[in-house]
């Protein structure tokens, strides 16, 4: 069974540093792109970024470059998502997904099952 | 503000039938394949529909997808009200930067 497992809940103060994680089994993990999705309290899905554990070839989306760095180890096959001074604003729920294709598209799945950070004093 | 548009809401009786609209541009839906997401209140998101109509194994074909030119709808029949979730498109953008965009969500409720 295709699976990512996240890493636990995290509850951290602004300026803190985190780093969390999102590990794949069941295939090949260095041969399908992993993405990272933000979703605030509330509110709708948001495309942070993906990396091709492969090479390590990273792409983030222009909202979030320079506010996350996106990470990979294929030797334990797990993805990471970090952040060096966290903000109140940082708080919601992230999951990693696998990015699939086909000759055609590109879709999300499987989903890891989130990971909850709250920043807060 | 997203940029691929969904209805905030849409609502009907058990047993019928409810279309979701995602509408976008030629930076996006009009040049990608498009694929379609269902999230249960306090779960991860799970694919239903890729590449703009096809259904992955364990879906039942009463989800369905298609796309017309810059626009792209999901169809639920016979609804039931384990379908209450959050319905989510999603597709590559390439206005700014190459980047995924989804839409921003359709709160279905089952009456």
């Known amino acids: 069974e295709v699976q990512l497992v996240q890493s636990g809940a995290e509850v951290k103060k602004p300026g803190e540093s985190l780093k969390i994680s999102c590990k794949g089994s069941?295939?090949?993990?260095?041969?399908?792109?992993i993405g990272w999705v933000r979703q605030m309290p509330g509110k709708g899905l948001e495309w942070m970024g993906i990396?091709?554990?492969?090479?390590?070839?990273?792409r983030y989306s222009p909202s979030f470059q320079g506010q996350v760095t996106i990470s990979a180890d294929k030797s334990i096959s797990t993805a990471y998502l970090q952040w060096s001074s966290l903000k109140a604003s940082d708080t919601a729920m992230y999951y990693c997904?696998?990015?699939?294709?086909?000759?055609?598209?590109?879709?999300?799945?499987?989903w890891g099952q989130g990971t909850l950070v709250t920043v807060s004093s | 503000q997203s940029v691929l548009t969904q209805p905030p809401s849409v609502s009907a009786a058990p047993g019928q039938k409810v279309t979701i609209s995602c509408s976008g541009s030629?930076?996006?839906?009009?040049?990608?394949?498009v694929s379609w997401y269902q999230q249960l209140p306090g779960t991860a998101p799970k694919l239903l529909i890729y590449?703009?109509?096809k259904r992955p194994s364990g879906i039942p074909d009463r989800f369905s997808g298609s796309k017309s030119g810059t626009s792209a709808t999901l169809g639920i029949t016979g609804l039931q009200t384990g379908d209450e979730a959050d319905y989510y498109c999603?597709?590559?953008?390439?206005?700014?930067?190459?980047?995924?965009?989804f839409g921003g969500g359709t709160k279905l409720t089952v009456l």
């Open positions: 069941g295939y090949s993990f260095t041969s399908y792109w």
């Open positions: 997904a696998r990015h699939s294709s086909s000759s055609w598209g590109n879709w999300f799945d499987p």
């Open positions: 030629s930076s996006n839906i009009g040049n990608n394949y």
């Open positions: 990396i091709y554990p492969g090479d390590s070839d990273t």
């Open positions: 590449d703009n109509n």
């Open positions: 999603g597709t590559w953008d390439s206005s700014l930067s190459v980047r995924w965009v």
